[in-house]
């Protein structure tokens, strides 16, 4: 192949990719969009609750991982979730308490059907859903 036609064929792979740039920006700023209306429509949140989305190119989905903290008297709640922010449905949670000075608590924590025993793995499990 001569450089001419090289330069060509560059030229037109580069611009076959384009278009798929361009959508999966408008994708993240759809999931953005979606994300923060559905973290709006929810309960009142406390100053310690916080979300992150992220659009997955691989599920096609627009995924949300949500942080809740609750504050019961001498109780304290920990809640994440990873859901599906278009549709509702979860892909995990992990849930614990602990009281003041106590050990944590973990009631509940998985991804899929892989079980897990505390936040840092529970993290560890939802990392690949929020990158590409």
Known sequence: MRRAEKIVAF?????CIMPV???TLADQQ????MAQAKWDRELPHHSFDDYRNH???KLGKCLMQRHF???NGKTIWITEDLIDAG??????????????GGPVNVIGCNVGSTECHSLVEFDELVAPFMAN
């Not at 030229?11 to 611009?15: H, N």
């Not at 549709?87 to 003041?100: L, R």
């Open 87 to 100: 549709e509702g449905s979860g892909y995990g949670a992990f849930i614990s308490y602990e009281d003041v």
């Open 69 to 71: 903290v609750l504050a």
């Open 11 to 15: 030229c037109l792979c580069f611009l």
């Open 21 to 23: 740039r361009a959508a």
């Open 30 to 33: 759809r999931c953005a969009q």
């Open 55 to 57: 659009y997955s190119e």
